[in-house]
């Protein structure tokens, strides 16, 4: 058989477990079981299956993991330049979080805190409200500037040497690039949400490349998965190897969904200002946005929402579950919320708090924010899996590509096999002309 019927025979395999319902977590084996017979065309699986029915939701993971840099990145999606590179290692594949879920063994690899609790997002062993004591990094965070000082403090300390993160556009604040960040500056540059995708994970390759360890990588659910998987893929190459022996600490951020950079350009026409005016976008029920006159503004997250990103109906992951801490900016305005889930985790944060770099507050003094996280998470996880899911041309079709309202099957009680498109939304009513008023009335 040659490598071409031999891929499209795996990719058969694959298509027999998904449709008949397999357990999801066997449906590696398609690939798994050729590792030992010289392997196939990833590559050609992977873009089939996921880049070109625009199921990737962007994580690098098949990107950063290459041995042998097949791919380049542009829009958020992995383009196979150099694809008669390939060696057929299958990485890029088993890498992917969208081709299958991440493996029933990682919670025992990730090493969890012990006594663990799962309430239904993820397994932690406590949490709490969180925030910077350093004015600076108070002010600069998004919410409580956790993330920064727990970054700022291991640089300190010695136990992380640079982060896989991201810097914000000069131009367009809300869009942000990865980065490697290696200094106090480029840390506190980075601070705060860009609500459009940022791609951290790509600056792996230039941490792997210059040997640089410790590391922490900070990123959204969709990229602490695509991280886990590369650390403990069951394809022990080197690459796997490094990362799996040099990052440290993995931060996660909550996350809904993201948006695209359209939803800037609308933002800016709607406020009539330019792009770089506006200094930060918080999503707390309503987009509350910061402008650089020191003007703030607010807007629907109905109108905002018609912006959020498609590819994140292929997402299933809320509270970044496989992460050391996961971090989120619900429950408490200039706090950020707080779950401690791994040993690495719990040392990261012990040594934050020893050092009164943040104080906190316990969750029960507003569980409106523990209650909310649970209820966001069982509402993404319920979702079925992307390979279940239809395509983004199928979506076209049926004129809906919200990523939050686009299918159904996560009521209670329902499962993948009951997902099913919902019609297109109705046509707008046109609004009726009112009579404008009298001067004055409307005050
Ligand atoms: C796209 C997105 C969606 C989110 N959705 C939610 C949500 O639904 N509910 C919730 O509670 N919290 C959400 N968050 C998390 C929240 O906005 C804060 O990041 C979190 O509370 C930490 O705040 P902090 O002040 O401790 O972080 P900071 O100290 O300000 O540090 C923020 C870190 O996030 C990184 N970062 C900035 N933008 C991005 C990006 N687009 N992608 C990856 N990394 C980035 C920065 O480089 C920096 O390292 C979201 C964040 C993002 C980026
Ligand atoms: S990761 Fe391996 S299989 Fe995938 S494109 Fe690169 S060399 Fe080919
Ligand atoms: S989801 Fe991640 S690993 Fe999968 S194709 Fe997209 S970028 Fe690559
Ligand atoms: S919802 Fe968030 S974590 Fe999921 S794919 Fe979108 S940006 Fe990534």
Known sequence: MDLDELTKEVQGRYHRLVDQGSDPNEWAYAWRSEYNRGGFKAVDLLMEEVVDPKKCIGCAACVTICPVDVFDYEEEVPLDTRHDACVFCELCVDVCPVLRPVDNDLKDQIELKEPVKDEGFGPYAYGVYARATDKAMLEQGQDGGVCTALILHGMQNGTIKATVAGEEHSE??????????????????????RYTYQPNTLALVEAMKKDISPLAVVGVPCQV????????????LDVAEWYS??????????????????GIDWLAEDLEVPKKDIMNINIKGRVEIKLRDGREEVKSLKAFGKYARPACLYCADYAADNSDIALGGIGLDKWTITFIRT???????QALVADGW?????????????????R??????NRPLPALMPSYSEREKIGNLDPKNYYRGWEEGSDAKNWVPLPPPPPKKKKKKIAAKPEGENK
């Open 343 to 349: 040993e690495a985790g719990h040392k990261a944060w």
């Open 376 to 381: 966001l998470s069982e509402y993404k996880r």
């Open 172 to 193: 367009n604040p809300q869009m942000g690039s990865s980065m490697l960040q290696q200094t106090k500056e480029e840390v506190i540059k980075g601070a705060r949400s």
């Open 225 to 236: 998965n695509g991280v886990r998987q590369q650390q403990f893929s069951s394809i022990r």
């Open 358 to 374: 943040v104080e906190t507050k316990e969750l029960d003094e507003h569980p409106i924010g523990k209650d909310l996280v649970k």
């Open 245 to 262: 022996k040099n990052i440290s600490l993995v931060i996660g951020l909550l996350c809904s969904e993201s948006f695209t950079e359209k």
